[in-house]
């Protein structure tokens, strides 16, 4: 199918409500290792889900929301203008320095991805991982992702998403909400994200559920990629 051309890369950036970022001290310190120190091993988890949902990912401008310390840089063209919804402060400075050394021009937007600061309409592509678990208000998330990407752009997004009723992993993730949850700065690991992309209003949207390979972290190895077109 022939694609219109990009939007172009340097957009108008709104206001930016700051007080949705945050910093958590040192549990937010230890995201921001973690998600560095891991990086490696979960993109290799999740690799087939990776590359089925950000392959063909051109350039310009890109919207990533909850980019952490920019785990999916491998899968963005130098060149790239990578507009990262970030809040928590504590994974800017990684951030930045891993973008640089990849080539992907970088504006870091401190907030949450509920409110978007892009026009309506303004971007190709928006990419997730591993954050629809963790936002406070997933419904107001997906639409923002819809309403900044232009008609036919896609969500593409890789997700652990709630294991299926009633199995000993769903049992498992409702029972460690609490703690993993704190850890992980309000990460749900029984979250029901297909209903939640279902319902936003999207003209079409891909779901393939897919076990993470051979993770370490097995009660949120329930996962799916997709690819939700505008
Ligand atoms: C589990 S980490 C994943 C980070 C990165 N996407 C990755 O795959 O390594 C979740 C990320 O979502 C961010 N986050 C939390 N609340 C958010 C919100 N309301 N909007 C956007 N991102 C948020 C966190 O700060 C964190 O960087």
Not at 120 to 143: F, G, K, Y
Not at 210 to 226: D, E, I, M, Q, Y
Request: aromatic share 10%; net charge positive; charged share 25%.
């Amino acid at each position: 199918m022939n694609r219109p051309d990009p939007r172009p890369a340097d957009l108008h950036v709104g206001p930016v409500r700051e007080e949705l970022s945050f910093d958590h001290g040192g549990v937010s310190r230890f995201n921001a290792w973690f998600f560095t120190a891991f990086a490696g091993y979960i993109n290799y988890a999740a690799r087939a889900h990776k590359g089925c949902a950000f392959d063909g990912i051109t350039g310009g401008a890109v919207v990533e929301l909850g980019a952490g310390t920019g785990a999916n840089l491998g899968y963005l063209p130098a060149g790239t203008h990578l507009y990262a919804v970030e809040p928590s402060t504590q994974m800017h400075e990684r951030l930045r320095r891993r973008c640089q050394a990849a080539g992907v021009q970088l504006t870091i937007l401190s907030t949450g991805a509920e409110e978007i600061p892009l026009p309506d309409a303004s971007v190709d592509e928006v990419i997730s991982s591993l954050v629809l678990c963790t936002v406070a208000d997933p419904d107001r998330v997906v639409a923002e992702a819809r309403r900044v990407l232009r008609p036919g752009g896609r969500f593409r997004f890789v997700e652990h998403v709630a294991a299926p009723q009633r199995s000993v992993r769903a049992g498992v993730q409702q029972a460690i909400r609490r703690p993993w949850g704190w850890l992980f700065e309000g990460c749900d690991p029984h979250r029901h994200t297909r209903d939640i992309i279902e319902r936003a209003g999207f003209s079409s949207v891909r779901w393939e559920p897919r076990k993470f390979r051979r993770s370490l972290f097995w009660p949120v190895n329930t996962a799916a990629w997709g690819i939700a077109e505008r």
